[in-house]
């Protein structure tokens, strides 16, 4: 179990997720951009709404809720950011196992390494879906500042396109889609 002072150690780092704005938006000048603890909690509570028994759920949710954890310490590094892959990976690595000694190394602080580190690999079914999530929760974010700014983002759209997996989650995105294609008519 990790110590008392390890814990609010831990939380005094994590509240940096409350308080970075996502470098998509803030790149794209959206004023009221949401942090990455908002966009890992709408995941959390999508991975809650998984309907396919050969997904582990549980391990899902949890996955959702911690994949972005190491951007407390890394930050939130995207493509556009001049990093390489190999060298993102690296700082965030880094930035976990800084987290799991903040705990003290405890049997909890080593479960989110490990989730962590699975959905980066992405060699499982839950880390695949999680991935899924990932996206789709990007892309109803950039239609919502669409719909608020009246606004274009189609670089989210076309950074994610043709790369979902689940079938449950390419229904929800041909259905984003064809909103999508209503706002945009709507507004011409
Ligand atoms: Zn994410």
Redesign the pocket.
Known sequence: MSTPAGVLRFLHVIENLKRTKRTGWVDNKIGDAES?SD??HR?GVLALLINDKSLDRTKCIKMAIV??LAESIAGDITPHSGVSKEEKFRLEKEGMDEVVRHLDSSPEALEIRSLWTEYEEATTEEALYVKDL?KF??IVQAFEYEKRHNMKLDTFYASTEGKFRHPTVRKWVEELYREREQLHADLK
């Open positions: 990455i966009h890992m995941m994949h972005d990932d929760e990007m």
